[in-house]
């Protein structure tokens, strides 16, 4: 079987998972790790790939790249049709929820509206940090691409609401921006703490500003080590 993995930065922290689950079964399957579908090598008449998978992907999967596989899968860490749009585990915490979905489904034009493979649930005690949540997510990502691997063929996905916009059960989360991690210094840690702990310490921290001088802020656990 022909595995393509598209991840479209190689310095986002899912990247040296998807390295990893490249190297642990390249026995199996044959696997391209790729960041762009410049590096999709075309075959012509024939498909040269069984599954495209869409891991943090923000470039736009056109039809006739899609063609060119027998299957495009994108994972996406919401409930559908709940939480389509971005980042959407994020949006989840900050609004409190402790168990996150992730799901495997197809990839179609208009975003987060294919066909659902597979769901699966991930439950947090809600303490932990940017890195700790990460983990979870993309061993729970690594599990789901396992499984498509091994039951494209034999299990058939369920479709969407039909007119899913017009229920009550949708919902659209809008793109996350550096700005979005900013904390208020007049309200507790306790009231912000879901902010505090999904912000990336590296790429884009939590910040206050104090006298017009900006402060980055970064926590972590006493005693224990991220992983």
Not at 78 to 107: V, Y
Request: hydrophobic content about 35%; proline content about 4%.
């Amino acid at each position: 079987m022909k595995i393509t993995l598209l991840c479209s930065n190689k310095q986002h922290p899912v990247y040296p998972y998807l390295a990893q689950w490249k190297a642990n079964n390249e026995h199996h399957y044959d696997i391209d790790l790729i960041s762009h579908t410049s590096e999709i090598k075309s075959y012509n008449t024939k498909a040269q790939s069984d599954i495209l998978f869409l891991i943090s992907c923000t470039e736009l999967i056109t039809e006739n790249i899609r063609a060119l596989f027998r299957h495009t899968l994108v994972l996406h860490a919401s409930d559908l049709p709940e939480g389509r749009g971005w980042s959407p585990h994020i949006w989840d915490i900050l609004n409190g929820k402790n168990e996150l979905t992730l799901a495997l489904l197809n990839a179609e034009d208009k975003v987060d509206t294919g066909d659902i493979w597979q769901k699966q649930k991930i439950t947090l005690d809600g303490t932990e940090l940017f890195d700790e949540i990460n983990t979870l997510l993309f061993k729970a990502e690594l599990e789901l691409i396992s499984w498509a691997c091994n039951n494209i063929d034999t299990v058939k996905p369920v479709k969407q609401p039909e007119h899913a916009e017009m229920d009550s059960g949708v919902s659209y989360h809008q793109r996350r921006t550096p700005e979005d991690s900013e904390l208020t210094i007049s309200e507790t840690i306790e009231n912000q703490f879901n902010l505090l702990r999904v912000c990336d310490p590296d790429r884009f921290p939590a910040f206050f500003y104090y006298k017009g001088q900006k402060y980055n802020i970064r926590i972590e656990k006493e005693g224990g080590e991220q992983e």
